[in-house]
């Protein structure tokens, strides 16, 4: 059964950082584009981040020069470095995983950026 489970979120003040973890199992993870989705309440899901397996990354724009996506193969892991945080930033984050018809999310980890 395919799995991927996110870790990392939490509060955090505007300004501060968090790291966020993905690790997923039963897929070849090697393979797949791995991604960060976020949704905030009343919003749709966006593109934070993703990663092809050739290691070519795309960033939305409200978090480029602020959000850093890496993957490591060997840990079937894929993360999510969030710098300079912004009350807008305040969403559930979730991992994707996706090869040709294959796609696959985990259930979110809630990131909120308050004073």
């Known amino acids: 059964q395919v799995q991927l489970v996110e870790s990392g979120g939490g509060l955090v003040q505007p300004g501060g950082s968090l790291r966020l973890s993905c690790v997923a199992s039963?897929?070849?993870?090697?393979?797949?584009?791995m991604g960060w989705y976020r949704q905030a309440p009343g919003k749709q899901r966006e593109l934070v981040a993703d990663?092809?397996?050739?290691?070519?990354?795309n960033y939305g724009d409200s978090v480029k020069g602020r959000f850093t996506i890496s993957r490591d193969n060997a840990k079937n892991t894929v993360y999510l470095q969030m710098n300079s945080l912004k009350p807008e930033d305040t969403a559930v984050y979730y991992c994707?995983?996706?090869?040709?018809?294959?796609?696959?999310w985990g259930r979110g980890t809630q990131v909120t950026v308050s004073s």
């Open positions: 994707n995983a996706e090869a040709g018809s294959s796609n696959y």
């Open positions: 990663i092809s397996s050739s290691g070519r990354i």
């Open positions: 039963s897929i070849f993870f090697r393979f797949y584009v």
